[in-house]
């Protein structure tokens, strides 16, 4: 728009999106420069839009400097911004007063204890949670003939040290092809043959063959429970000081409140009662992905496809999260465009393909017997839709459809399969959406910057929720899905404990709430292993911990509403505990555990789904949604100089 008239007073100008404007037009006076409103392109993890993290500048290409200040924009970006924005953060710290936090801060202030001391010293406080919840029962304690995942992961160990790779996956077991089948993805068998080396060694008569089965002394357990611990705090402790100290995961929070979330992440009950209780090896997987996340956020989209990769090639539920990764590896080739970003879709692309065959190569001969066995060992499809009782859409509506009276295995894996890919759909079309109009629309009449592959795309911020709904999709529709399962969709949610604090408390109450519900979810599976007095006390430590108080929600509507979940779920525990179910209806409890999960669950992932198409609106604006706009022409000027 040119400025008006021709007298001798300045001129008032504002640039427009067609192109570059002579400034002197009709005009003896430089013109008055407007400034022109810049849409918040949510450059943070946060689902609070007040919340940007000012450590980044990868979204300055989409706030380009204005003409007068062209040299100090970037400064204003880290300084002007981050400062008030630390301050803020600062006083709101000060302000939240948990026992996790005073603890916290009597070592840092009273003690004077240094940052890495407090961290390592927080680090002894988890492992001895965990262990002392390792105290308890564990999967298939006494329960024999066949015990249960405590005995399978023991076997698995047994078996990769006995046998060579060839019969890893093609018989069930020393001497007998009906124990325990290996059934997770090779990672998990490289990493039991580890183990076992180290038992054999430590333990031998409890890895010597068939004669070792069903072995439950307390040597065994003690080794066993220190197998999880030495496998966390590799591949998940680490990772999650690293998530939290990045900036990414709590913003310009204080060291104090970093710390802190670092303890609220790995004292949350769900996993801990789960590895460490029920005994499994998830945290390596939650890790791994949280990892990939990290390098991804770092420009490191090749390392962070390494560790995507390691998390699929551990365990099979992996697959949950790659909806969301794929559609932002993409989506980041998309955006970048060009000869770079179809270099950067083949590199990733013969990456991901370089690690699964490695991991795969000793169990391709002979090609291809041996390869379809173990596929079919990782997806077993003829088990039925789902074992057990568990929190999602089949179990849920079998209480009246009984699927299982009206398809066989293979068709309803077909028809899970269709609902998992509605369910996902739009998790990717939003990625994807996203990345090209943001690659589309022009963001001044300066010429834009090229984008680098090793620059952070716009679409950064929807990653950690893209990985709920792709992942609570999943648990809610897919076929053969365990209750351990929701620890999958759970780690998004772990992501934003950092939350407490920000805006108006809806997001971090609506988080805990959340992580009760699906601790409570698996309560049926943690009753049957004897870990009812871990999960009742240390479900309860945990909130009291956080400082979480239903009671105190802000929101009158989330607090009512929180009101009327946990009266249900004390009531369940109640009635569970001292009235028997009836003949007639011998699963009432865990039904009924059922019903409520499940609805908490779909609600959680419909909200995240409207919050990721919000956030992804306010990236590319309402006024982009009716037509493509092509890239402004002082860029196609700048690539015409080139």
């Not at 496998?231 to 104090?256: D, F, Q």
């Not at 269709?418 to 022009?442: D, E, H, K, N, Q």
């Not at 780690?491 to 404990?497: E, I, K, N, T």
């Not at 499940?598 to 198409?613: E, G, M, P, Q, T």
């Amino acid at each position: 728009m040119q400025g008006q008239g021709t007298s001798a007073s300045p001129t008032l100008s504002r640039s427009s999106p067609g192109g570059a404007r002579d400034l002197y037009s009709h005009s003896s006076s430089p013109p008055i420069l407007a400034p022109i409103p810049q849409r918040n392109p949510y450059p943070s993890f946060s689902l609070n839009p007040s919340s940007p993290n000012p450590t980044s500048n990868s979204n300055l290409h989409l706030q380009p400097p204005n003409p007068a200040t062209t040299t100090t924009s970037a400064s204003l970006s880290s300084s002007s911004i981050a400062k008030p924005r630390r301050s803020q953060h600062r006083r709101i710290d000060e302000a939240i007063d948990t026992p996790l936090r005073r603890l916290v801060r009597y070592l840092s202030v009273d003690l004077g204890a240094p940052s890495w001391a407090i961290v390592v010293l927080s680090l002894g406080m988890v492992g001895l949670v965990k262990w002392l919840v390792g105290l308890g029962g564990y999967s298939g304690q006494g329960a024999s003939p066949r015990f249960g995942d405590f005995e399978a992961q023991r076997f698995w160990m047994d078996l990769t040290i006995n046998e060579p790779f060839s019969r890893w996956y093609t018989v069930g077991g020393v001497d007998d092809g009906d124990w325990w089948r290996l059934d997770y993805p090779p990672l998990t068998a490289y990493i039991s043959w580890v183990f076992g080396k180290i038992g054999h060694y430590l333990l031998p008569q409890h890895f010597a063959g068939k004669t070792s089965r069903g072995a439950e002394s307390a040597a065994l357990k003690t080794y066993m429970r220190w197998t999880v611990l030495a496998l966390e705090s590799i591949s998940w402790w680490p990772v999650v000081v690293v998530w939290c100290w990045s900036g990414w995961g709590v913003g310009t929070r204080s060291k104090r409140t970093r710390i802190v979330t670092v303890l609220s992440i790995l004292l949350q009950p769900s996993l801990i009662l789960i590895d460490n209780g029920h005994f499994q090896y998830n945290s390596f997987p939650l890790g791994m992905t949280l990892l990939s996340v990290y390098l991804f956020q770092q420009g490191n989209d090749l390392l962070g496809a390494v560790a995507f990769s390691a998390s699929l090639l551990f365990k099979q539920m992996g697959l949950y999260w790659s909806p969301a990764v794929f559609g932002y590896l993409l989506g980041k080739c998309i955006w970048v465009g060009g000869d770079e970003g179809l270099t950067l879709f083949i590199k990733i692309g013969a990456t991901t393909a370089t690690t699964f065959l490695l991991a795969f190569a000793p169990f391709l001969r002979p090609f291809p017997q041996t390869l379809l066995i173990l596929l079919e060992r990782i997806f077993p499809l003829q088990r039925g839709i789902f074992e057990d009782k568990v929190a999602n859409f089949w179990c849920a509506s079998n209480v009246v459809l009984k699927w299982k009276n009206w398809f066989a295995a293979g068709s309803m894996a077909k028809l899970a399969t269709l609902a998992t890919l509605v369910g996902i759909a739009p998790t990717l079309g939003i990625l994807l959406w996203t990345s090209y109009r943001l690659r589309c629309r022009p963001s001044s009449t300066a010429p834009t910057p090229p984008q680098s592959p090793s620059m952070l795309p716009p679409t950064a911020p929807l990653l950690p929720l893209a990985l709920f709904t792709s992942s609570m999709a999943f648990f809610l529709f897919s076929f053969q899905v365990h209750e351990k399962s929701v620890l999958v969709p759970l780690l998004s949610v772990l992501m934003l404990l950092g939350e407490k604090g920000e805006g108006d408390g809806i997001i971090w109450d609506g988080i805990v709430g959340l992580l009760n519900v699906a601790t409570f979810s698996m309560y049926p599976l943690l009753k049957r292993d004897d870990q009812t007095l871990q999960y009742i006390v240390w479900t309860l430590g945990w909130n009291y911990l956080v400082g979480y108080n239903p009671v105190k929600v802000v929101d009158l509507k989330m607090r009512w509403f929180g009101y009327a979940v946990y009266a249900f779920i004390v009531s369940h525990h109640l009635m569970e505990a001292f009235v028997p179910p009836s003949s007639r209806y011998p699963d009432i409890y865990p039904v009924t555990n059922v019903l409520l999960s499940f609805s908490i669950f779909s609600l959680a992932w419909l909200v995240a789904s409207w919050k990721l198409l919000e956030m992804a609106v306010s990236m590319v604006g309402l006024g982009d949604l009716g037509s493509e706009r092509p890239v402004s022409s002082s860029a196609n000027v700048a690539k015409k100089d080139k």
